[in-house]
């Protein structure tokens, strides 16, 4: 059963360009957290989702940043006209249940040049 | 949303016994205490969770008082591969948990 799986582990993009970040869950798991860590820092939650639903955003930019979870594939992190303060680690997690210890993947570092 | 304070970092020697204990003062009824390790360059990893008294895994002990303010979490016998940061959760799930990750605490196991 393999783990919560990301990609690609490492993006670099230019000022201006977009950005997308997949993450697919663990087998069975139908809920996915994304969350943003910069260096020396912990995570900040971002926004969860469940198939098809987006359930709470409030961590994520109003502009530029959206996700998805599509009914079939991964869910997309995505963000749009890249800035250099968007560098950074973003991670997903997934559970079961929304009750759950979340199963979080290695992370797509973000480099913005 | 229960907030929670660590110590920033810790050091050990090899074989020693590590407990990290986190503060929640403002810890809800239904809420559940849930600790993960992170290693640098990679995800946050699942350690124990627990709801009240005492929780032993094959890796570490989770001990929560009764008033459940605060958790200690043991670690035994430590390793240079247990060199990594520890984040306390404090939360019901996914809603609970969207902004209770810390910056952790950092423990340095020496030779």
């Known amino acids: 059963n393999a783990g919560v799986m990301q990609n690609p582990r490492h993006l670099v993009r230019r000022r201006g360009q977009e950005a997308r970040l997949r993450c697919s869950p663990m087998?069975?798991?139908?809920?996915v957290y994304w969350y943003r860590q910069l260096p020396e820092e912990g995570l900040k939650f971002m926004v969860y989702?469940?198939?098809?639903?987006?359930?709470?955003e409030s961590g994520m930019p109003k502009e530029r940043f959206s996700a998805e979870f599509p009914k079939e594939g991964p869910s997309i992190l995505r963000i749009q006209q890249v800035v250099r303060g968007d560098s950074a680690a973003y991670f997903c997690?997934?559970?079961?249940?929304?009750?759950?210890?979340?199963?979080f993947g290695s992370g797509t570092r973000l480099t913005v040049v | 949303l229960a907030k929670t304070t660590q110590p920033i970092s810790m050091d050990s020697y090899e074989g020693q016994e590590v407990n990290i204990t986190c503060s929640h003062n403002?810890?809800?009824?239904?809420?559940?205490i849930t600790w993960y390790q992170q290693f640098p360059s990679q995800g946050p990893r699942f350690i124990i969770q627990?709801?009240?008294t005492k929780v032993t895994n094959e890796v570490a002990s989770l001990f929560i008082p009764a008033d459940r303010k605060s958790s200690t979490l043991s670690l035994p016998r430590v390793s240079l591969s247990d060199t990594a940061v520890y984040y306390c959760?404090?939360?019901?799930?996914?809603?609970?948990?969207?902004?209770?990750f810390g910056a952790g605490t950092r423990l340095f196991v020496k030779a």
């Open positions: 989702l469940q198939k098809e639903n987006i359930i709470d």
């Open positions: 087998k069975g798991h139908s809920h």
């Open positions: 959760l404090v939360g019901d799930g996914g809603r609970g948990f969207k902004t209770i």
């Open positions: 403002n810890i809800a009824t239904n809420d559940y």
């Open positions: 627990g709801y009240k």
């Open positions: 997690a997934s559970s079961p249940r929304d009750r759950d210890h979340y199963t």
